[in-house]
């Protein structure tokens, strides 16, 4: 934890010499999807400026974009009401035996748009699911008198 710590601190320095209200840490936005569907993501910081955010994520993790970067771009975006274009993301990717890598990450009106309709049709897809329709209420869990912790297998990162 120490050394990713320490490699937080060399690829974006920033984080830690924030300042409140302009700094957020552990931040969560929501939008409308449509009148039935609200998304709502967490973000590990924020720099908040009059008309832009910058979203940090920091993660073990490859820094390539992924599915939930677009959506937390998404749904940020439509939270503050901002233009695409104000949106930027950095993605701090660390990783268990190598150095962590800083990207930059862009945002722009088509990617938007393409995120928007990509959750639309996976929600709406979700929806008429057979296995998603006949489920009514949440699975139970394991109490921890009966969770078997060994029989979790390793996974190698």
């Known amino acids: ?24 840490v552990d931040t969560q936005f929501s939008a ?6 609200c ?8 720099f908040l400026e009059r008309q832009s955010v910058h979203l940090i994520e920091w993660a073990i993790r490859h820094p390539v974009l992924n599915w939930s970067d677009r959506v937390k771009l ?3 975006a439509e939270s503050l009401s901002l233009p695409p274009e104000n949106i930027k993301l ?13 990207r930059e990450v862009s945002w722009d009106s088509r990617q938007h748009k393409q995120t928007r ?4 049709s996976a929600l709406a897809g979700q929806a ?15 109490s921890l008198t009966h969770f078997d912790i060994e ?4 996974v190698e990162i």
Do not use: C, Y
Request: aromatic share 10%; charged share 20%; no cysteine.
């Open 39 to 46: 998304v709502q993501i967490n973000a590990n910081a924020a």
């Open 117 to 120: 309709d990509w959750l639309a």
């Open 32 to 37: 409308k999807l449509n009148k039935d569907v």
């Open 1 to 24: 934890m120490d050394r990713w710590i320490m490699e937080v601190s060399l690829l974006f320095p920033e984080v830690f010499e924030w300042e409140p209200p302009k700094f957020l």
């Open 151 to 154: 029989g979790i297998p390793e």
């Open 74 to 76: 998404w749904t940020a």
């Open 90 to 102: 950095t993605v701090l990717a660390l990783h268990p035996a190598h150095p962590g890598t800083r």
């Open 128 to 142: 008429r699911s057979p296995v998603a329709a006949r489920r009514t209420s949440l699975p139970a869990i394991a």
